[in-house]
């Protein structure tokens, strides 16, 4: 069993950065899992945006984010961040924290069995 909590979210200008965090709490090690963040917007439906292994030494990006996101993670912390720069209007979304240890792709929702409730951040113009 893993519970999940997002941090971090806010309104933010564009061209501005955010730091969410993804706080688990395990039963077993966290370092068995694989991590994502996925963000939906109203009217759409919930698209991968990042995704790290189990040890950290892989990671994906969506097209979309790819050189202004990074995903990390800190086992011994049992956390997950997004470090987002560069932020534009689009990019405003609710943000959902993700684990799983499933053996689809990084990009699809079916790889993780947990999920946060998310964190809403709004960037302006």
């Known amino acids: 069993q893993v519970q999940l909590l997002e941090s971090g979210g806010g309104l933010v200008q564009a061209g501005g950065s955010l730091r969410l965090s993804c706080a688990a709490s395990?039963?077993?090690?966290?370092?068995?899992?694989?991590m994502g963040w996925f963000r939906q917007a109203p009217g759409n439906e919930r698209e991968f945006v990042a995704a790290i292994s189990w040890s950290g030494g892989s990671t994906n990006y969506a097209d979309s984010v790819k050189g202004r996101f990074t995903i990390s993670r800190d086992n011994a912390k049992n956390t997950v961040y997004l470090q987002m720069n560069s932020l534009k209007p689009e990019d405003t979304a609710a943000y959902y924290c993700?684990?799983?240890?499933?053996?689809?792709?990084?990009?699809?929702?079916?790889?993780?069995?947990?999920w946060g409730p998310g964190t809403q951040v709004t960037v302006s113009s």
């Open positions: 395990v039963r077993t090690s966290f370092s068995s899992y694989n």
């Open positions: 993700a684990a799983g240890s499933g053996r689809d792709s990084p990009t699809s929702v079916r790889r993780y069995d947990y």
